[in-house]
């Protein structure tokens, strides 16, 4: 009778580990296939994992695995490090005559019927500007109180989850409302005039990595809105649910190519969706800048009936 091997707690943890290890080794081959660009957005879930199974391996005496985990833990932690420190000078305070701006960043949900909450989020968040996405005509109806506020608007409104407005208590000019990439979702640039100061915001919303094809396509839009801000001479923010983190390559190359930061550098992770799933939990959400602008504060507001957490900037227009 042949015999039969039982599987122990080891065997199993061990086998787990690895396949968690392998997982985050492979999100450096993020540029190659869009599966490898995937497993790129979990790098604080790889690591929170490979420190439990280190730690709980080494209990077991398993000094090579632990090891191993504990080094490719390492690997992961050093990726996420730069999310706690700037890259932008810190020292300066509020400049005279210049007082802070805020801005935000939403996407709403296109099924969120929730509008109480999305006027609550709004009211509390008393930003100067902001940008809405997956915004409805009948969404927009049903917020249309907020004109009262904010006066100037400009609108590209669609019943799939690519409609976009962006909404604010200043003048607008210069508006465009383009298409990224070949016929790619639509992209909304307006000049924000506050006083004698003047910045321009463009919020997008690429393609979500769904497929080949849609990752192609999304990749293919970042490539374009790193051109379009390399084009734009005033301070610059840059506002959208970029369906792709921090860690991609594909996000390293759109803040290589544009010349932009990224806010969330000196406030942490700041996960941003999906709301409903914790242990998934990553920054989609970004507001990006250009040199001209100064980041005061960076914060994630609270749900809002959207499966995304808005996203919340304070800001100043800088001389340099």
Same mark, same amino acid.
């Not at 599987?7 to 492979?26: E, Q, W």
């Not at 003048?171 to 790619?184: K, R, V, Y």
């Not at 734009?232 to 792709?244: C, E, K, R, S, Y």
């Given at each position: 009778?042949?015999? #039969?091997?039982?599987?122990?707690?080891?065997?199993?943890?061990?086998?787990?580990?690895?396949?968690?290890?392998?997982?985050?080794?492979?999100?450096?081959?993020?540029?190659?296939?869009?599966?490898? !660009?995937?497993?790129?957005?979990?790098?604080?879930?790889? /690591?929170?994992?490979?420190?439990?199974?280190?730690?709980?391996?080494?209990?077991?005496?398993?000094?090579?695995?632990?090891?191993?985990?504990?080094?490719?833990?390492?690997?992961?932690?050093?990726?996420?490090?730069?999310?706690?420190?700037?890259?932008?000078?810190?020292?300066?305070?509020?400049?005279?005559? *210049?007082?802070?701006?805020?801005?935000?960043?939403?996407?709403?949900?296109?099924?969120?019927?929730?509008?109480?909450?999305?006027?609550?989020?709004?009211?509390?968040?008393?930003?100067?500007?902001?940008?809405?996405? !997956?915004?409805?005509?009948?969404?927009? !109806?049903?917020?249309?109180?907020?004109? *009262?506020?904010?006066?100037?608007?400009?609108? +590209?409104?669609?019943?799939?989850?690519?409609?976009?407005?962006?909404?604010?208590?200043?003048?607008?000019?210069?508006?465009?409302?383009?298409?990224?990439?070949?016929?790619?979702?639509?992209?909304?640039?307006?000049? %924000?005039?506050?006083?004698?100061?003047?910045?321009? %915001?463009?919020?997008?919303?690429?393609?979500?990595?769904?497929?080949? +094809?849609?990752? +192609?396509?999304?990749?293919?839009?970042?490539? +374009?809105? /790193?051109?379009?801000?390399?084009?734009?001479?005033?301070?610059?923010?840059?506002?959208?649910?970029?369906?792709?983190?921090?860690?991609?390559?594909?996000?390293?190359?759109?803040?290589?190519?544009?010349?932009?930061?990224?806010?969330?550098?000196?406030?942490?992770?700041?996960?941003?969706?999906?709301?409903?799933?914790?242990?998934?939990? #990553?920054?989609?959400?970004?507001?990006?800048?250009?040199?001209?602008?100064?980041?005061?504060?960076?914060?994630?507001?609270?749900?809002?009936?959207?499966?995304?957490?808005? %996203?919340?900037? !304070?800001?100043?227009?800088?001389?340099?």
């Amino acid at each position: 009778m042949p015999q #039969t091997r039982s599987v122990s707690l080891t065997g199993l943890l061990t086998a787990a580990g690895l396949i968690a290890g392998l997982a985050s080794l492979t999100a450096f081959l993020g540029s190659f296939w869009w599966i490898f !660009e995937l497993t790129s957005h979990f790098r604080v879930q790889y /690591a929170l994992t490979l420190i439990i199974f280190s730690i709980t391996l080494l209990w077991l005496r398993q000094w090579r695995v632990s090891a191993t985990l504990a080094v490719i833990a390492l690997l992961n932690l050093v990726v996420i490090a730069p999310a706690f420190w700037p890259d932008q000078p810190t020292t300066s305070a509020i400049h005279a005559g *210049k007082p802070p701006l805020r801005a935000l960043l939403a996407n709403v949900n296109l099924d969120n019927l929730d509008h109480d909450r999305i006027r609550r989020l709004i009211a509390d968040a008393h930003p100067d500007v902001m940008v809405l996405l !997956e915004i409805s005509s009948g969404l927009i !109806e049903r917020l249309g109180d907020l004109r *009262k506020d904010y006066p100037h608007q400009v609108a +590209e409104l669609r019943d799939d989850p690519f409609g976009i407005v962006v909404l604010s208590r200043h003048p607008l000019s210069a508006t465009q409302i383009i298409l990224l990439g070949d016929s790619g979702p639509p992209a909304i640039v307006a000049v %924000v005039t506050v006083g004698n100061r003047s910045f321009t %915001v463009i919020g997008a919303h690429p393609w979500p990595p769904i497929s080949a +094809e849609f990752a +192609e396509g999304r990749n293919r839009q970042l490539a +374009e809105l /790193a051109h379009l801000a390399r084009q734009i001479q005033t301070p610059l923010l840059v506002m959208g649910d970029l369906n792709t983190s921090p860690w991609s390559p594909y996000f390293a190359r759109l803040l290589a190519d544009s010349g932009l930061h990224d806010s969330r550098r000196g406030h942490g992770v700041q996960p941003s969706w999906p709301v409903s799933l914790p242990p998934l939990w #990553t920054p989609i959400d970004h507001v990006l800048f250009s040199r001209g602008i100064r980041i005061l504060q960076r914060q994630i507001a609270s749900a809002m009936g959207s499966d995304h957490y808005p %996203v919340i900037v !304070e800001f100043q227009i800088t001389d340099s």
